[in-house]
Structure formats: C-alpha cells, structure tokens
Nanobody, 124 residues
Framework: QVQLVESGGGLVQAGGSLRLSCAASGRSFSSNTMGWFRQAPGKEREFVACIKRSAGSTYYADSVKGRFTISRDRAKNTVYLQMNSLKPEDTAVYYC?????????????????WGQGTQVTVSS
C-alpha cells in the first residue's frame, strides 16, 4: 500500500522558515518526479515545486521561486520543502505527491499519489 506522510508544518511569523518532509512508503519512487502543492481555504490546489528523478532538476511556481527549495533523498524515499522568507499568503495546507507524468508536471491531474497534507500558517 502506497503511503505519503507529510510533516513539519506549523505556525510561523512572516519572514520565518519551515521545512516540510514527505516520507513515502509502499514502493520506491526514485524513478518518479515528486512535487509539492498547496491549497488555501476557498482556493484550488496549486502547484508549488517539483523535483525530477535526477535530483538536480527542479521547477518552481513563480510565487515561491527564490524562497522555497525542494530536495529529495532517494535512499530514504523522502522529499523536502525548505520554505524561507514566508509570507501570510503562503498559508495553506501543503501536500506532497508523486507524479505519473514525465517532465515538470505542474497540474493536479499529473500526479497519482497524494499525502494527507500538513497545515502551514504564517502570521503577519
């Protein structure tokens, strides 16, 4: 059974940092692109970042570029999202996901496995 478990969310002041982790189990995803999405109340789930099988290849939404960094540890089947210079508009539930599509998938339908999400709240 495939399972993705996110952790590391919480409450932080604007300008602060958080590091999210997503541990995958059930099978190896070392060959898949993995990504992070977020969903704020009343809004659609939106793409944040993804990282390809070759760990040096990453892609970010413009809204987080330069502030967030995605990385992965293939041996641990884990992906991370380092979030710096957080803003109140970053407040959302953050989800990690495993892509079925190749390239730099940035749409929800391009991902086949999802975690349960972790809440990130940034206060002003």
């Amino acid at each position: 059974q495939v399972q993705l478990v996110e952790s590391g969310g919480g409450l932080v002041q604007a300008g602060g940092s958080l590091r999210l982790s997503c541990a995958a189990s059930g099978r190896s995803f070392s060959s898949n692109t993995m990504g992070w999405f977020r969903q704020a109340p009343g809004k659609e789930r939106e793409f944040v970042a993804c990282i390809k099988r070759s760990a040096g290849s990453t892609y970010y939404a413009d809204s987080v570029k330069g502030r967030f960094t995605i990385s992965r540890d293939r041996a641990k089947n884990t992906v991370y999202l380092q979030m710096n210079s957080l803003k109140p508009e970053d407040t959302a539930v953050y989800y990690c996901a495993v892509a079925s599509a190749l390239g730099y998938p940035a749409e929800v339908y391009e991902y086949e496995y999802w975690g349960q999400g972790t809440q990130v709240t940034v206060s002003s």
